[in-house]
């Protein structure tokens, strides 16, 4: 599930990029720092990949993880411990 999730949001990449001269849409940012601190960039690539994985731009927020996430990473409920000792 996890890895066809991925070629989707993949598929919907390079089909942006084909219709827009090779360029791969806008990653938000903050503008931390700048006079424009606050804000973040529009739009972000998810809304603008939302028509391609079927979705609605209003839902994105809220439904691109669950629709296109790894299932198994969202449905962890218990912590993972990483031991950094090394005796």
């Known amino acids: ?3 066809n999730n991925r070629k989707q949001v993949a598929l919907a990449l ?3 990029a084909g219709d827009n001269d090779d360029l791969l849409p806008p990653y ?3 503008y931390a720092g700048t006079p424009l601190a606050g804000t ?3 739009p972000e690539w998810r809304n603008v990949l939302a028509p391609s994985l079927a979705m609605q731009v209003s839902n994105v927020t809220t439904q691109f993880e669950p629709m ?3 299932p198994s990473l969202l449905s962890r409920t218990t912590p993972v411990t990483i031991s950094t000792s090394t005796a």
Request: proline share 0%; aromatic share 20%; with cysteine.
């Open 1 to 3: 599930k996890c890895l």
């Open 14 to 16: 390079t089909l942006y």
């Open 28 to 30: 938000a940012y903050n």
């Open 40 to 42: 973040t960039q529009f």
């Open 68 to 70: 296109l996430g790894c």
